[in-house]
């Protein structure tokens, strides 16, 4: 590299950035740093490929790329660049949300397009890159990826999902209801022309309508994943699907009551006793592994199932609508009280959930994850994927085990491994810095001051503050 050895300088407080040239002045503000070179100094890497944090490093970013990463001591900064010096800060990849709408809502409060807090709170929170796995609105959700894709308004990149794809009885007051072969594979034709890259299959589709979707899809380029129940995952495999969501929760092949193409509903002492060792579920993991299928991994949101979690944060307080908060304060309430107990999921079916996943892990299996904002309400976009993180902890995976599945494994699944997803030379400059050090402090992976997506620094603190009251609303 070029450049003279300069020493390590302080970011000027009041340094003006240059935005986007299409972005409008409200959402220019967001940016903080914007230069055709910019040198990240003093900071702790974690790469996201599942190696040992690596302190004291440079990260130096050109053209939206990462030009350079090494110890600080041989790092070569361009002239010119604009130097950050973040020592005591830690820089992970940007995270890849594989299970992330555009919407919120739960329990009482109605499912509401969110086209301006999401995208927001997605890039405040780390989450440069979201599929967006089943949507209310797909029309809207395209017009929001072009929207950001034009650089008219800030947020990450995005890979639109249909619609909500499911069976007999399954319209669920939102969802596209088919059931034949022939009304699915009309389906999958009508949204990969439309611009869907994958699809999203639901608890009530059938064995053959699923086939012809996932045919159809794949004659046309597009992926199919899906939240089951009439389907096993081993079924799931032999239809060719190519991911399956919500990990253990929505695999309901263990259960005795289960018949073809029939969903018996989800049951916590079936989860609550199901043995990780037994011959069906090393099965299943050899199927889906065998076949490359991936598994999302939403422990967030079946966390915000369980009575009296996850611990109530004000930010969330703080940036939910306030008719949308008291629903969920509410939901939460119920859920809690002896009346909601039995609806619950338990502590111990919660445990083996996060057993499963990691056993997956540890069979050869590529999980990814996601946020999921719905449930009973309560987890908002981008917060709920750092809350991930912990939960990941608790499950006993390694910190960088965790973070490799919220960036890398995301970007594998989606099959843009080579452009982004980890720190290296040549991906793009998606790189979140964090004040502190998530690996000895979990909770610290919430202190997220600069967002870069694509070479281009964004303020986290005026992201968040721009949604406050507003999720749950816009």
């Not at 790092?75 to 010096?85: D, K, Q, S, T």
């Not at 079936?270 to 592994?289: G, I, Q």
């Not at 008719?323 to 859920?335: K, N, S």
């Not at 085990?401 to 843009?416: D, F, K, P, T």
Request: glycine share 12%.
């Amino acid at each position: 590299m070029t450049g003279k050895l300069l020493a390590l300088v302080a970011l000027p407080a009041a340094l003006a950035a240059q935005a986007p040239t299409n972005l409008p002045p409200a959402e220019r503000a967001f940016v903080a740093v914007d230069a055709p070179i910019v040198a990240l100094t003093g900071v702790t890497v974690i790469d996201g490929t599942g190696a040992a944090p690596r302190p004291d490093q440079t990260i130096v970013v050109q053209g939206g790329k990462i030009s350079w990463v090494g110890p600080s001591a041989s790092a070569r900064i361009p002239e010119g660049a604009r130097v950050l010096a973040l020592a005591g800060h830690t820089v992970i990849p940007g995270l890849v949300g594989l299970h992330n709408h555009t919407f919120y809502g739960g329990a009482s409060w109605p499912y509401v397009h969110q086209p301006v807090s999401a995208p927001r709170l997605y890039l405040a929170a780390g989450v440069t890159t979201i599929r967006t796995t089943g949507s209310i609105a797909p029309y809207q959700d395209m017009i929001l990826k072009r929207a950001i894709d034009g650089g008219e308004t800030v947020g990450p990149r995005m890979y639109v999902t249909g619609p909500y794809i499911n069976g007999p009885g399954g319209n669920h007051g939102i969802m596209h209801e088919i059931v034949t072969p022939e009304a699915a594979r009309r389906e999958a034709a009508y949204w990969a022309e439309e611009g869907a890259s994958w699809l999203k299959a639901y608890d009530r589709i059938t064995r053959p309508a699923l086939k012809a979707l996932v045919d159809e899809a794949h004659k046309r380029g597009v992926k199919v994943t899906g939240h089951l129940c009439s389907i096993g995952y081993r079924e799931a495999v032999a239809a060719g699907m190519d991911a399956v969501e919500h990990g253990l929760f929505a695999n309901q092949e263990y259960d005795p009551d289960k018949r073809p193409d029939q969903c018996p509903g989800v049951k916590m002492s079936v989860f609550e006793n199901l043995d990780l060792e037994s011959a069906a579920v090393k099965a299943t993991f050899k199927d889906l592994v065998d076949h490359r299928v991936a598994m999302t991994s939403t422990v967030v949101i079946i966390e915000g199932l369980m009575a009296n979690r996850p611990p109530i944060e004000q930010r969330t307080m703080d940036v939910l609508y306030p008719p949308a908060r008291e629903a969920y304060l509410q939901a939460r309430a119920h859920m809690a009280s002896p009346e909601g107990k039995g609806s619950a999921v338990t502590e111990a079916a919660f445990k083996k959930m996060l057993a499963y996943e990691l056993a997956f892990v540890r069979a050869g299996g590529l999980l990814g994850a996601g946020v999921d904002p719905s449930g009973i309400g309560g987890v908002p976009a981008g917060l709920g994927d750092q809350r991930n993180y912990e939960l990941f902890l608790e499950g006993g995976f390694t910190p960088v085990e965790a973070i490799q599945v919220l960036s890398a494994n995301g970007a594998r699944i989606l099959g843009e491994a080579d452009r982004f997803g980890t720190i290296a030379a040549g991906k793009a400059a998606d790189l979140v810095v964090i004040n502190g050090d998530p690996v000895a402090r979990p909770a610290e992976i919430r202190n997220v001051t600069l967002v870069f997506k694509e070479g281009v620094g964004y303020d986290s603190a005026k992201l968040i503050a721009s949604v406050k009251g507003m999720v749950g609303l816009r």
